[in-house]
């Protein structure tokens, strides 16, 4: 899975209204709460077959730190 | 661990709900209609079931163990009560149990503290106690209350469980059941002693989408065609279903109308497939139940909807 098929995925958990880069930050009007989370922790299990244990929203700022603990 | 026992039967299931209701309306009144609208996007649940004031879970369990029994009594000889919210610190609510359904004093009686995987704690105990011949037929029984033991105030636990009661009788028969089992000290899940329902979300999670489908694929066979869960949480029931290779209709969910009931989620899903969506015939079925400990328990069974009893019955106190 390429970063445009992963960043797709964190916008349809992220309920983004526009394209996500990495830049982009973790705030409105993308909705990352505890329910966010979960789904990005359930994507990256499918998806990578990781699980990522002990992380909480506050660990995450940007899309980009999205998708390097998913790559990492 | 994984113990398979052999002449074994489920020969009935008995849930008792309450009448008190509380709905995604309430619920978004209390929190606003954006929480409410994404928690039951993810979450799923649109209702659950209240018990009145002053109700115990063992009310419960005595009510859908007397539908379960009627005026059968022959052959338990062992009565195992499974909850997180008893009557009292003792007696144990087993032994009141025993008197109030009026079984005999031989009977072996015995409470389990357990939550959400407590149902299969239980079946995998009452196999164990069936190896024993001069054991006849357990029987299971108990719930939780725990809508006084939620806050009120945290939008993520408030609107989740149900109180409900259930009983089941495991006797002898032809079924084999294929056990596994595992628990892991900790304290990602608690009740403190009169305290509030408090979890770690993030670290229940994890265990939910590793250990259970872990073990569920452990006693996957081909003839399995349904993954019974633990009603803990639409999305979890989702992804554990896809991380085991389940089509979506082979793992039925009622946590919409019913909510978490604790130990009483399968048995009341049970009921439900049996009583209102029209289940029939004979099934290979892995059941999982899962929950505070962390415990996490599935067994893989012959289920046969025909032969053995369901009974959905409101609870009048």
Redesign the interface.
Known sequence: MNDADILAELADILAAPAPLTPETPLEPPL?W???A???Y??FV??TFGK??????CKDFRTVGDLLAAARG | MNQTFRGLRLEAVACAVPAGRLTLGDYAARFGQDIAARYEKVVGVRQVFRAATGTAAADLARAAAGALLGGDRAGVDALLCVTQTPRLDAPPDSCLLQRELGLGEHVLALDLNQGCAGFMVALQAAAHLLLHPAVRRVLVCGGDVLSDRVDENDHATAFMFSDVGFAALVGRGEGEWAFANGTAGSKAITLPRGGSFKMDGTEVFNFTISKVPEQILSLRTPEVDCLLLHQSNAFILRQIGRLCGFAPEQVPMNIADCGNASSASIPLLLCDLARNRGWRGRRTAILSGYGCGLTWVSARMPLDFDSTQFHLAPYQP
């Open positions: 909705t709460d505890s329910m989370l979960l789904a922790l359930a299990r499918l699980v990522l244990p002990g992380v909480s």
